[in-house]
């Protein structure tokens, strides 16, 4: 189906050449001169309004104003990143203890249980074979 689309766009994209004496007849359409463009002069000396002066401050105020933003932004976001990079720490540092705490305790235990001699049981019991 896309190949019958491809063909029939060929067949209305070609090439057609323009019938003879087309270019004669556009050129005689067209007007014998061309109206002059009236320039208008500004003279250097005349005082400019308010406005425009407001009109060429306003961009670079405008720039100024977006990177004061762009910067309080930035640091506001970057100390909160600090604040929540140090509350993760602390939090890793408690979890951190707690797990040494219990780890000691364990290990306590685990030297009590070595270091006692274990009951010993009726002798007679167990010398009878």
Do not use: C
């Amino acid at each position: 189906m896309s190949e019958h689309i491809e063909n029939q766009l060929r067949r209305a994209l070609r090439r057609i050449e323009a019938p003879p004496g087309f270019t004669d007849r556009v050129m005689r359409a067209l007007p014998e001169s061309a109206p002059q463009a009236s320039v208008a002069v500004v003279s250097p000396s005349r005082p400019r309004p308010r406005a425009a002066v407001w009109w060429r401050l306003s961009t670079p105020a405008a720039l100024a104003a977006s990177f004061i933003v762009a910067i309080v932004v930035g640091q506001h976001m970057g100390t909160e990143r600090t604040k929540r990079e140090q509350r993760a720490g602390l939090a890793a540092s408690r979890e951190l203890m707690q797990a040494l705490r219990v780890t000691s305790k364990k290990l306590d235990l685990a030297y009590q249980a070595v270091k006692t001699p274990p009951e010993t049981a009726d002798v007679t019991e167990e010398n009878r074979s």
